[in-house]
């Protein structure tokens, strides 16, 4: 009897195992398949001409990641003529402009990848004679300072997204340029209150395909972050920095999406 008992268990757990099965094959063929864009063709769609201003090792790395990549869009470089003759020759950009309006005339995406100090000083003319609808993003480690500037510029249709790659090397030009300069490395991005979702995916999907990973915070956090760092406390600066980026958002096992530290 005991026999018998066990034997009908089992058949009842094999025919319930069946039954799951089969509602599983159905739920799955129920279910719709959605196909998300090609993140170089949207970016190519979004990003049609992009300016770099400063072509340095930051700059000069942006645009050769860029090309890497095989970016079908336009990249025009801004700097003294003896680096964009470099960074020419180098791959890095498709065109020379050592006058700043001719750099960003028609560009959709501007990145200023120049010292705070030169961010400071070009940052209102870009915004200014940037195309309406232009994302203007930098490179600088001090975030505040330009996103209180940025407040001030009025006379733009542009949207300022200040950012800050967390990656970089003892050497400096574009001689020392790298497409893998940015590779698993944190790319922090600073939005103020007014800049729209889409710019900030758009700019997330941009840092994503350069190779690093994009968190979000304000430019208050982000430079409290940096001062912990800069000043000697490089643990509590990694652990803050760590926390933050536990918090990434994760979408479909590639973290795409920034968060806002609070």
Known sequence: DNWVS????????????????????QI???????TLPDPLVQMEAEFKRTAIIGVGLVGGSIG???????YGGYIVGHDRIEILDEA????????????????????????????????????????????????????????????DLARTITDTKAVYV????????NRRGIANADANLFDSAYWILTPTETAPPTVRESLAWWVRM??????G??????????????????????????????RVVHHSGDPVLMVRAQ
């Open 217 to 246: 915070t304000t430019p208050e956090r982000h430079d409290q972050m940096v001062a912990m760092t800069t000043h000697g406390r490089s643990g509590v600066g990694r652990w803050v920095l760590g926390s933050v980026a536990d």
């Open 88 to 147: 020419l020759a180098k791959g890095a950009i498709d065109e020379c402009a050592e006058d700043l309006s001719q750099a960003i005339l028609n560009a959709d995406l501007i990145v200023l990848a120049t010292p705070v100090d030169v961010t400071l000083r070009l940052l209102p003319m870009v915004l200014t004679q940037a195309k309406p609808g232009a994302i203007v993003t930098d490179t600088a480690p001090s975030k505040r300072e330009l996103a």
């Open 162 to 169: 200040g950012g800050h790659p967390l990656s970089g090397s």
């Open 64 to 70: 050769l990641r860029m090309k890497q990549m095989e």
């Open 6 to 25: 066990g034997y009908g268990s089992v058949r009842r757990r094999k025919e319930e195992d069946a039954r799951t099965l089969a509602r599983q094959d």
């Open 210 to 215: 350069l190779g690093s990973f994009p968190l």
């Open 28 to 34: 799955a063929e129920e279910l719709e398949t959605l």
